[in-house]
């Protein structure tokens, strides 16, 4: 029977008589329009289906985001669905949809194809304006509307429909077995199965800071035939590449910003030392050394480790870390089937924690290396160095690493006058110095954990270790080591944290790879990458040794770029680019680069010369530095990105060339320090002040946290690593900054004489204003953000 036959028949049939031959009809409906979404007739209030949940974890549903169903506008052909029965009346629609919403049967239905009660919610308002917004609905939608409205058939058989339609602004719930099977990342060694066809021997050498363990694996690596070398900073890879080169052992350098081979026709050399994210994992090796191997737990990086343990293709793999990963090793070789041998290392140079703390910068001796863990801290001690006329070197975090190399060998050098370091944590790794003694400025340090949620805790004892650990190398004079605090509260906490046992590291980190992501794409094509990230590790599946890495960063990056329209795999690539998301300008020189990248343009040295405003001039106080280094930052982005898009970052060679020089200017800068932060005071761009007193306070609300823990947990001892309360021996403010070298006694009492004039020329506008009248406060000033 044709199609226009049909609908004929059905149009000379009185109402009445329709639903008795509504299953002849629907017949010939089905061969012209396709199956309906399901059978006619009432739904059974329970039913399999293979869309189920099964016995896996139920899926965090607030992460699916509905997509958009437009309406049906008015069709070509006509309503055909009110051609062969009826126009439907909206306000009978209406009423048998919230009868629908409003059935138990079918919200229990709704939740056994994975509905729940915000889905199901969410889903039934999309499709009761899809029906009651469309100028004309699908015919089979329609015919079961209009027989539901003559009693010939029930509200429950619009559950099919209902489903079809929550299937598509939730298409995740169409392919959750799918997906589920994607981000399986259980089992992880079977990735790799190169590593897998060989019995690889695994030597783990444990020990503390400055024990040997990594220079006996490194010369087990110089002895090989062939190598590769994975260490956590740019810094150490490189350390490695002169160290190997200037023992005759030919070396390149894998870095995500730098690609330096040494054989002159180009070809690849035996060995290779790079950053462990960049290492391969399918190029045959005889020894591998993995340096720092307990940054396996680290919450953001701590895949790449993993990836290197697992997969790496050499017949001896040297790691070298803390005993605390001892354990988790052993555990994950044992499911790949191979041994561990572990080396113990004792430190060569003896080490003490003093029994008296620095309290004054007047206490200073050469050789000190005073630890902050910020910016502003490191600002306000370099100040009050300078002040007493001593001079100091400055390293932390975001210096480009020339500009760190330069300020190590500047305080090194026996014959600069520079005595003093500065620093913050990041002289726990990837640097040579000669210190005698480590004063921790504060045991305050933020940091992020595995959910990606900000910290003020005091230091573990990992890194007080660490960190510690630099004062009394064997490499250098000092052939004893010392560590003390700033302040006297602080010391017992110190020695408390020092004496700690090392928690034993519990799991390994993952990472999705490009082509799961992929993957995951192909099944939900219109959701954001962002989205797709938050959908895969709800879904992923790990076995307990191991845990999904933080990936905040990366989200970060997708939602900046989503707007611009780009092949998932660059998006994937533009997203794991390294950039510091609180550098507003890298951040949207990440943008300008997805953009620029968008239009098939090219970025030429000459346009990113225009981009950065190059030249650009030497800083004039901090604020000046700060921008030098996010430009600094900036060309890093370049380099990294033209290794992986070679046609359209074509001047790699010229920006190194460029970076080179800007490192020169920021090394100026950071030489002169004190002379900026001096300027930055003057213009009010920097209030080291009030920065120092809020360092104060958190210092001082962690240091009471830590001491209630402590008291909870011992019944005696605990008052010791207590502060004194906000008045106890408070000093006056003139007292504390003449102890402090800001003031002198002379600009003291000269001070006193130009309040006292002021205050007598005043008195009487002071009273009647009563500016300082009993019970008003003052308002502190805010710090300047730099």
């Not at 996010?630 to 359209?648: N, Q």
């Not at 003291?748 to 309040?755: I, V």
Request: some cysteine; glycine content about 6%.
């Amino acid at each position: 029977m044709s199609f226009p036959r049909c609908a004929l028949l059905w149009a000379r049939l009185p109402a009445g008589r329709r639903a008795g031959h509504r299953a002849a009809v629907c017949s010939a409906l089905r061969a012209h329009i396709g199956p309906f979404p399901g059978a006619l007739g009432r739904v059974p209030a329970v039913a399999s289906s293979s869309s189920a949940s099964g016995g896996s974890k139920a899926p965090n549903t607030s992460l699916f985001v509905p997509l958009t169903v437009k309406p049906q506008g008015p069709s070509a052909d006509g309503d055909v669905g009110a051609e062969l029965t009826r126009p439907l009346d909206k306000n009978e629609v209406k009423k048998i949809l919230d009868k629908f919403y409003k059935r138990k049967e079918i919200q229990k239905l709704a939740a056994d194809y994975g509905l729940d009660a915000r889905l199901f919610h969410q889903a039934f308002i999309s499709f009761r304006n899809y029906i009651m917004q469309s100028h004309s609905l699908d015919v089979d939608i329609h015919i079961i509307l209009n027989d539901i409205c003559f009693s010939a058939a029930h509200v429950d058989d619009l559950f099919p429909f209902f489903l079809r339609h929550a299937k598509q602004i939730f298409p995740v719930l169409e392919c959750k077995d799918d997906l589920r099977k994607i981000s399986d990342l259980r089992i992880p060694p079977n990735w790799y199965p190169e590593a897998r066809a060989i019995q690889r021997k695994i030597i783990f050498h444990s020990g503390p800071t400055n024990s040997g363990k990594t220079y006996h694996a490194i010369q087990k690596y110089l002895s090989a035939k062939s190598g590769v070398y994975c260490g956590p900073l740019k810094l150490l890879a490189h350390e490695i590449f002169e160290k190997s080169n200037a023992a005759g052992v030919p070396c390149d350098l894998v870095t995500g910003e730098e690609r330096v081979t040494v054989e002159p026709d180009g070809k690849q050399a035996a060995h290779v030392a790079c950053t462990v994210e960049m290492c391969s994992v399918t190029t045959p090796y005889e020894v591998a050394v993995i340096d720092e191997i307990q940054m396996i737990k680290d919450p953001a990086r701590g895949w790449a480790w993993t990836r290197a343990l697992l997969g790496l293709c050499a017949e001896e793999v040297h790691l070298c870390g803390e005993s605390a990963a001892i354990d988790l090793v052993t555990e994950l070789m044992y499911t790949t089937g191979e041994e561990v041998e572990v080396r113990t290392y004792k430190r060569l140079t003896p080490i003490t924690v003093l029994d008296h703390a620095l309290e004054s910068l007047d206490n200073l001796r050469p050789g000190d290396c005073i630890v902050c863990f910020s910016k502003n801290d490191i600002y306000s001690v370099s100040r009050q160095i300078e002040i007493r006329g001593l001079e100091s070197a400055v390293i932390y975090g975001s210096l480009p690493p020339g500009t760190k190399l330069a300020q190590a060998k500047k305080f090194n050098d026996p014959d600069d006058p520079c005595k003093i370091l500065v620093a913050t944590d990041a002289i726990g790794m990837g640097l040579n110095l000669s210190i005698r003694r480590i004063i921790f400025y504060s045991l305050i340090k933020p940091s992020i954990n595995e959910k990606g949620e900000k910290e003020i805790e005091p230091i573990t004892t990992s890194q007080a270790l660490q960190i510690a650990g630099r004062a009394g190398r064997f490499s250098s004079k000092f052939k004893e080591g010392e560590v003390t605090t700033m302040n006297r509260e602080d010391l017992n906490l110190l020695r408390e944290i020092l004496n700690r046992p090392v928690d034993p590291i519990r799991a390994a980190g993952l990472h999705p790879t490009a082509e799961q992501i992929e993957m995951f794409a192909y099944h939900l094509p219109d959701t954001t990458l962002s989205n797709l990230i938050d959908i895969f590790v709800d879904f992923s599946q790990v076995d307990g040794q191991y845990f999904v890495c933080n990936m905040d960063d990366f989200k970060f990056s997708a939602e900046l770029i989503q707007h611009i329209p780009l092949s998932l795999r660059v998006r994937y690539v533009f997203c794991t680019a390294p950039i510091n998301k609180k550098q507003p300008f890298v951040c949207s020189s990440l943008l300008q680069f997805a953009r620029q990248f968008s239009r098939n343009e090219p970025l030429t040295f000459s346009w990113l010369r225009r981009y950065i405003k190059w030249p650009l001039l030497p800083p004039k106080n901090i604020k000046d530095l700060m921008d030098l280094e996010a430009v600094h930052d900036v060309l890093d982005l370049y380099l990294w990105l033209s290794y992986r898009f070679i046609d359209m970052f074509p001047d790699a060679s010229f920006v190194r060339d460029l970076q080179k020089e800007l490192d020169g200017i920021i090394q100026d800068g950071v030489h002169n320090i004190t002379k900026l932060i001096k300027i930055s005071e003057t213009h009010k761009l920097l209030n080291l002040e009030s920065l120092s007193t809020e360092s104060q306070s958190r210092l001082s609300g962690a240091l009471k946290s830590q001491a209630r823990r402590t008291r909870s947990t011992k019944t005696s001892g605990s008052k010791a690593a207590e502060p004194p309360g906000p008045h106890a021996g408070e000093k006056s403010l003139a007292s504390r900054l003449v102890q402090q070298g800001l003031l002198t006694a002379d600009m003291l009492k000269q001070l006193e004489k130009e309040w006292l004039t002021q205050r007598t020329e005043h008195g009487k506008e002071i009273t009647e204003s009563g500016t300082y009248s009993k019970g008003t406060r003052r308002k502190k000033k805010e710090p300047d953000s730099d």
